[in-house]
């Protein structure tokens, strides 16, 4: 069984191939890859390093929504926790958006203490790529949906780890200072 920083690593690069050629959503249309790591960072500073399979997780967090990866797969490479992890915060693509923003907030206080961290720290770098200089109309109208949205989620997820909620409520403000 993978451990430590094999497993981070191990992850990421998994993470790297699935996802390659992905963009992400937003003016710069960055590597979907950025997103990952952002997330892993995240969780990485707010553990303090000491939790290796959360980051993996982080690292994973979409693959099986946005790839044809499966949780058999994630167990197989990197352990029953991490692919748990991942599959707890997967949404259900099939779904329309709408729905699928309803039950994460419906589901957000039942989640696992490691997926709430997960969804907070994915919701910090969403609400970061959003941040523009000096945001257009359509801009400013996607941010404030998206935050309104992203506060509903990160209400069920708090009390597992106070940096990251610090740190999400920080990334709300920036926000908010540039409408």
């Given at each position: 069984m993978l451990t430590g920083l094999r497993l981070v690593s191990e992850a990421a690069e998994l993470a790297a191939r699935r996802h390659a050629g992905?963009?992400?959503?937003?003016?710069?249309?960055?590597?979907?890859?950025?997103?990952?790591?952002?997330?892993?960072?995240?969780?990485s500073v707010a553990c303090n390093g000491e939790d290796a399979e959360l980051i993996a997780a982080a690292w994973l967090h979409d693959t099986i929504e946005d790839t044809d990866t499966t949780h058999d797969e994630l167990a197989q490479r990197f352990g029953s926790r991490v692919a748990d992890l991942v599959e707890e915060v997967t949404d259900d693509m099939i779904l329309p958006k709408a729905e699928r923003r309803r039950i994460q907030v419906?589901?957000?206080?039942?989640?696992?203490?490691?997926?709430?961290?997960?969804?907070?720290?994915?919701?910090?770098s969403n609400i970061r790529a959003r941040i523009f200089f000096e945001p257009g109309f359509e801009q400013q109208l996607e941010l404030i949906d998206y935050l309104g949205w992203a506060e509903q989620?990160?209400?069920?997820?708090?009390?597992?780890?106070?940096?990251?909620?610090?740190?999400?409520d920080e990334a709300v403000a920036q926000a908010k200072a540039t409408l």
């Open positions: 992905q963009q992400r959503k937003g003016h710069d249309e960055e590597p979907y890859v950025n997103h990952l790591a952002e997330v892993a960072n995240l969780l419906d589901e957000a206080p039942g989640k696992s203490g490691g997926a709430k961290q997960i969804k907070i720290a994915d919701k910090i989620v990160v209400a069920g997820c708090r009390g597992v780890n106070a940096r990251l909620d610090a740190l999400f």
